[in-house]
C-alpha cells in the first residue's frame, strides 16, 4: 500500500524529506487551499507566483515519474483547507500513512499533529 506524501507550497525542493526514500506507488498531493492564500493579506501576484511555482514544480515531479495528486484553487470539490483535502485525497487514493516535512509555521505543524487521529492512519512528519 502507498504512502501520501504532502508537499507544502513553501516546500518546492527536490530535497525535501517528505520526498525521501519515496516509492513508486506512493502519491505526492499538492494543493492550492483558499485557507492558507487569505489567512493573511497577500498580494495577489505573490499568490500568483507561488501557485505557479507549485504547478511547475508538480510537473518537474510528474517528469520524473512521480504520482502527483494535485489540487488547484478553482478545482470544482477544493475544500479551502489542508485538512479537509487530506481528507478528500484519502479517500482518492488507498494509502497506509501521511509522510510530510515539518512546515514553517507552527499553526500548521499543530493542524498536522492532529491528522492521526483524525484520520485514523500514522502520519510521520519529518525535519
Known amino acids: 500500500m502507498a504512502n501520501l506524501r ?11 524529506s517528505a520526498l525521501d ?3 513508486n506507488d506512493d502519491v505526492v498531493l499538492m494543493m ?8 493573511v ?10 501557485f505557479s511555482a507549485m504547478r511547475h514544480f508538480a510537473q518537474e ?3 520524473k515519474g512521480l504520482r502527483v495528486d494535485y489540487v488547484k484553487l478553482d478545482d470544482k470539490d477544493n ?3 489542508f485538512t479537509a483535502e487530506i481528507e478528500r485525497a484519502l ?4 494509502v497506509k500513512s501521511v509522510i510530510a516535512t515539518e512546515p514553517g509555521e507552527w ?10 487521529a483524525r484520520f485514523g492512519l500514522p502520519v510521520e512528519i519529518r525535519e
Open 32 to 39: 492550492e487551499v483558499m485557507g492558507e492564500a487569505t489567512y
Open 6 to 16: 504532502l508537499i507544502l507550497g513553501d516546500q518546492l525542493s527536490h530535497s525535501l
Open 41 to 50: 493579506r497577500h498580494h495577489k501576484q505573490k499568490i500568483a507566483f507561488l
Open 91 to 94: 479517500k482518492r487514493h488507498k
Open 107 to 116: 499553526r500548521v505543524l499543530e493542524m498536522m499533529r492532529q491528522w492521526e
Open 79 to 81: 475544500s479551502g483547507s
Open 61 to 63: 515531479l510528474r517528469e
Open 21 to 23: 526514500r519515496i516509492a
